[in-house]
């Protein structure tokens, strides 16, 4: 099973970046995908979630601002993000759980891509 993100990177406060993830190796179209950031000596945040159903939830500091997407023909998960903060500085990582549910709880993942940087200025 692999993860691969892509398109973080450097943009000022106000811009926007989409992030995609590609995935391989299990039934993508099937289970629980979700995107996490981690800033340095913080915990995993967890921003969205979308089911095989595209059912989504957000994290207060993700709604309004960023859209979680999937397409199962492509086997990728996107993240749109608009209006970025500084504080949005951070590692993300997208994560998939087998199970149809979506936790929020990092730990209750399956598998996990390794990452890619997003800095705001």
């Known amino acids: 099973v692999q993860l691969v993100e892509s398109g973080g990177g450097s943009v000022q406060a106000g811009g926007s970046l989409r992030l995609s993830c590609a995935a391989s190796?299990?039934?993508?179209?099937?289970?629980?995908m979700a995107w996490f950031r981690q800033a340095p000596g913080k915990e995993h945040e967890v921003l969205a979630t979308?089911?095989?159903?595209?059912?989504?939830t957000y994290a207060d500091s993700a709604k309004g601002r960023f859209t979680i997407s999937r397409d199962n023909a492509k086997n990728t998960l996107y993240l749109q993000m608009n209006s970025l903060k500084p504080e949005d500085s951070a590692m993300y990582y997208c994560?998939?759980?087998?199970?149809?549910?979506?936790?929020?709880?990092?730990?209750?993942?399956?598998?996990w891509g390794q990452g890619t940087q997003v800095t705001v200025s």
């Open positions: 994560a998939a759980h087998r199970e149809t549910d979506c936790p929020i709880n990092p730990r209750k993942y399956d598998y």
């Open positions: 979308i089911d095989s159903a595209r059912s989504t």
């Open positions: 190796g299990y039934p993508f179209s099937t289970g629980c």
